[in-house]
C-alpha cells in the first residue's frame, strides 16, 4: 500500500495556527484552531469540548505529536489528505475517497512538492533539489539544479 505523508503541509498548518494563540496546547488540525480536547465517556472519542464535534485528527504542541481523534492514538507520519483538503488516519480512510485518488494527490507546501504514481514512483522536488525513488527497487536519484 502506498503512503503519502503530509508533514510539511500540517506543520506549516499547526504552526500558523500556534502563532496565532501563544499558549494552544491542542490544535485541530482540520480548522488550524486551537481547543481544549475532552474524552467522551460513553465511545471514548476525543472531542473539541466547545462543539462536541468528535475530533478526527489533532496536535498536542506539548508533546509535538499528531494524534487520532477516535483513540488518542499517536499517528505521526500517518496522516493523509483527501482532495477537499481534510486531513485524517491514514488506516481511518474514508469511504468515498480510493487508493488511486491518494496515489495521484500531489502535495504542495512553498516549493515543496511530492508525488507517489501508480507504479510506486515517488518524485519530491524541495526548492533547486529534485528526488525520484523507485517504486520497485528503492532506487534514489537525487538532482541539485
Known amino acids: 500500500m502506498k503512503h503519502i505523508t503530509i508533514l510539511p503541509a500540517i506543520t506549516f498548518l499547526i504552526l500558523g495556527a500556534i502563532s496565532c494563540s501563544d499558549n494552544a496546547r491542542y490544535i485541530d488540525v482540520n480548522t488550524g484552531k486551537s481547543i481544549t480536547v475532552v474524552k467522551d465517556s ?5 472531542l473539541n469540548a466547545e462543539t462536541k464535534e468528535p475530533l478526527v485528527v489533532y496536535y498536542d504542541s506539548q508533546t509535538k ?7 488518542g492514538e499517536v499517528i505521526n507520519h500517518k496522516v493523509m489528505r483527501t482532495p477537499e483538503g481534510k486531513y485524517y488516519y491514514e488506516t481511518a480512510k474514508p469511504a468515498v475517497l480510493t487508493q488511486d485518488e491518494i496515489d495521484r494527490e500531489l502535495l504542495k507546501n512553498g516549493d515543496y512538492k511530492k508525488k507517489v504514481e501508480k507504479d510506486g514512483d515517488v518524485k519530491i522536488k524541495s526548492g533547486d533539489t529534485k528526488i525520484k525513488i523507485d517504486g520497485e527497487t528503492g532506487e534514489k536519484k537525487i538532482k541539485k539544479d
Not at 65 to 71: I, K, N, R
Open 42 to 46: 460513553s465511545t471514548g472519542h476525543m
Open 65 to 71: 505529536d499528531t494524534l487520532y481523534g477516535e483513540t
